[in-house]
């Protein structure tokens, strides 16, 4: 038997199925966790898939925070679970306070749908426990509010506590530092805005994200 | 109590505001060629019943600091009036 990684839905989700297939395309096993339940069925590692959690009314992940799920995934967090919040899910864990920062429009004020390359910043983390620092990674982003912002304290101690996990080799949206994802302080939380469940398949043109999410099952895997 | 409140979201100095931008841009074309400085923020109306104008101000805080905005990047400014609205 797999690991299970819980899959997070809220109403406006919309990359659940492909963070699903990629997960059992690994020898995981995935489960979708509505935005409403109140445990996490015993997963062994969670994903908050990106999407418009709740229409991104308000703001990205403002409402979604609320939601009853949230509660187990901060509480499994807290017991040290394996948490990435992919895109929109990366900002549903700002918003939650489980990272610190945000994420704001993007510089040059366009949607941006492309591949981009990642240069692995930290193997710390249960996202890239299995990459070297210096790999880079192809992987695609599709985001509008994907430039991560922070105060000078907190990206002292991001930089500091080498809590940056991967950086964009050519920043595509103006993020502070080429930020494209960040750990908590326990590297068991880990947000990125670029989507490695888009990049396991070679018929998607990059298999790269293979290393992120194999990562993370053998974080979800050492839990079993 | 009950009070009339307003919040007006505003995006803090030197954080992004792409509608803004646009909009300052479309306005030469317009023949507004003296406006400057557009930002575009988000207005928020509702009541509140509070014993007094400042335990309304005081819990609206709480709920701008929590919900409304997210202080990373958003401020808010809180005008609130007595009387109830129609």
Redesign the interface.
């Known amino acids: 038997m797999g690991a299970t990684v819980a899959v997070v839905r809220f109403p406006g989700t919309n990359c659940e199925f492909d963070v699903v297939e990629a997960v059992e395309s690994l020898g995981g096993q995935a489960q979708i966790v509505f935005h409403d339940e109140t445990s996490l069925g015993g997963a062994d590692a969670v994903v908050v898939a990106g999407g418009f959690a709740h229409g991104d009314y308000?703001?990205p992940g403002?409402i979604a925070r609320?939601s009853p799920v949230m509660a187990a995934v901060t509480e499994f967090a807290a017991d040290g679970g394996p948490v990435v919040g992919i895109c929109n899910g990366f900002q549903v864990l700002?918003?939650a306070n489980l990272l610190p920062?945000?994420l704001?429009?993007?510089?040059g004020?366009k949607f941006k749908c492309q591949m981009a390359d990642l240069v692995v910043a930290s193997s710390d983390s249960v996202l890239t426990s299995q990459a070297q620092v210096g790999d880079v990674l192809r992987i695609p982003i599709n985001h509008f509010e994907g430039?991560y912002?922070?105060?000078p304290e907190t990206l002292a101690e991001l930089r500091g506590d080498d809590r940056i996990v991967v950086r964009y080799a050519e920043n595509p949206n103006?993020s502070v530092d080429d930020i494209a994802g960040i750990c908590n302080e326990g590297r068991n939380v880990v947000g990125l805005m670029p989507h490695p469940e888009r990049a396991c398949n070679e018929l998607l043109g990059s298999v790269d994200g293979r290393v992120m999410l194999g990562s993370l099952l053998a974080a979800a895997g050492a839990r079993v | 109590m009950i009070f009339d409140v307003t919040v007006e979201v505003r995006l803090r100095p030197g954080i992004a505001d792409p509608q803004g931008a646009t909009i300052e841009r479309a306005l030469p074309a317009l023949g507004f060629d003296g406006v400057q400085d557009v930002k575009v923020g988000k207005s928020i109306r509702f009541t509140i019943d509070a014993e007094s104008e400042t335990a309304a101000f005081a819990e609206v805080e709480d709920l701008c600091h929590r919900f409304l905005t997210n202080p990373v990047i958003e401020d808010s400014v809180v005008t609130i009036a007595a009387g109830a609205s129609a």
């Open positions: 308000l703001r403002a609320f700002t918003e920062g945000a704001q429009k993007n510089a004020l430039n912002t922070c105060s103006g």
